[in-house]
């Protein structure tokens, strides 16, 4: 997105911080841009990444003092040391500039003991044109899944181009074509992936989701939890059959129920 900022003249600088640390952090100073990061510490900011989880702590004069009449909470976030613990994942580019990798809370870590990042894997499925919606699962499971949504204008005009009618969003996403066009993307994305990151099996999200049905937040992101609840039975089915399909290798598709599929070996 930046890249195409830029393509236009619009020079757009990140910047890392929170309401913890009075809003300063990181930020990408003319000259010192990294694109993809939120840039180097400003001054007298000391910051590093924990050896274990690779949470981003951050040292200095603004750090708040503590949550007012929350002892438990203050201790939390801010260790004896002095150091604040943002909550936030982060890895460092060239040695000087922050990029996010994503929120501890939301770190997937595999049943292998692979730490994942959900949110990089949906976001890398949804730059395909015919994906609107990634759900990526997997903590302390044998492999990673995802629910997926459809791009209805996009996937419409393929099913038009491709002679496929269909009445509803519903049954677009549960024609055999359709789920034979998103394994393409994701055995495409997967292919850029270490075995362990890949996504082994997938299911459709047969209705568009809506904020006014809980299942966005106002900025359009989706509810993790929401969307566990609603469809925690097509997760559980992905794995139902782990030891029969321990590998989970993509290989075919086949429809098990209406709205459903699955890539098995």
Do not use: C
């Not at 990444?49 to 200095?60: F, K, Y």
């Not at 976030?77 to 580019?93: F, K, N, P, Q, S």
């Not at 139902?240 to 709205?259: F, K, L, Q, W």
Request: net charge negative; hydrophobic share 40%.
């Amino acid at each position: 997105m930046l890249q195409w900022f830029f393509g236009i003249g619009v020079v757009v600088h990140e910047i890392y911080g929170m309401t913890e640390s009075s809003a300063v952090g990181t930020v990408n100073r003319p000259g010192h841009l990294r694109l993809g990061t939120v840039g180097e510490p400003q001054p007298g900011i000391e910051l590093r990444l924990d050896e274990q989880s690779g949470e981003i702590l951050m040292r200095h004069p603004a750090v708040f003092a503590g949550h007012w009449r929350r002892p438990e909470a203050s201790a939390a976030a801010i260790d004896a040391g002095g150091w604040l613990h943002t909550g936030d994942v982060g890895e460092l580019v060239d040695g000087s500039h922050l990029r996010i990798v994503e929120r501890l809370k939301d770190i997937v870590i595999t049943a292998g003991g692979k730490n994942v990042s959900p949110s990089e894997l949906e976001n890398g499925l949804k730059v395909s044109p015919y994906v609107k919606e990634a759900v990526v699962i997997g903590d302390r499971r044998p492999y990673l899944v995802a629910l997926i949504g459809v791009e209805l204008d996009t996937v419409s005009d393929w099913a038009q181009r491709n002679g496929l009618a269909y009445t509803t969003y519903r049954d677009l996403s549960e024609k055999p074509e359709v789920l034979r066009l998103v394994q393409g993307v994701i055995a495409a994305y997967n292919q850029n992936l270490a075995p362990p990151e890949q996504i082994k099996r997938f299911r459709m999200i047969v209705k568009e989701l809506d904020h006014e049905d809980g299942e966005l937040t106002a900025t359009q992101k989706v509810k993790r939890s929401a969307i566990s609840s609603l469809l925690g039975h097509l997760v559980e089915d992905m794995y139902a059959d782990a030891r029969r399909y321990p590998g989970g290798d993509m290989t075919d598709v086949h429809t098990t129920a209406p709205g459903s599929a699955e890539v098995v070996a």
